[in-house]
């Protein structure tokens, strides 16, 4: 498995925009489907966005679908989120996520074997 470190959150206005990035420590990164999870207060953790190994294609939730784009580097084994025109809507803890075997979706918490900490993610009206 892969340990998680994510950064990169904080507080921004409405329309903003935030970059979020996670570095993995371990090996093989380049062989793991890498996500995107949030969890605001009181909700359920919910998908945001992942990237294929390999391929690299991505998937996005219907809610950040145009505004958010998913990448990876991994000679540096580090996956990104940039978020652009937030919205207040999309205030919540923001988690990385790994998944090293097959999985149909890799849209569910339980396809991931690996999970970051968590950043915080605020956006002011």
């Known amino acids: 498995q892969l340990q998680l470190l994510e950064s990169g959150g904080g507080l921004v206005q409405a329309g903003g925009s935030l970059r979020l990035s996670c570095v993995a420590s371990g090996e093989f990164f380049s062989k793991y489907v890498m996500g995107w999870f949030r969890q605001a207060p009181g909700k359920e953790r919910e998908f945001v966005a992942r990237i294929l190994s390999d391929s690299g294609i991505t998937w996005y939730a219907d809610s950040v679908k145009g505004r958010f784009t998913i990448s990876r580097d991994d000679a540096k084994k580090t996956v990104h989120l940039r978020m652009d025109n937030l919205r207040p809507e999309d205030t919540s803890v923001y988690y990385c996520?790994?998944?090293?075997?097959?999985?149909?979706?890799?849209?569910?918490?339980?396809?991931?074997?690996?999970w970051g900490q968590g950043t915080q993610v605020t956006v002011s009206a």
């Open positions: 996520a790994a998944s090293g075997r097959f999985a149909m979706t890799y849209t569910l918490e339980r396809e991931y074997d690996s």
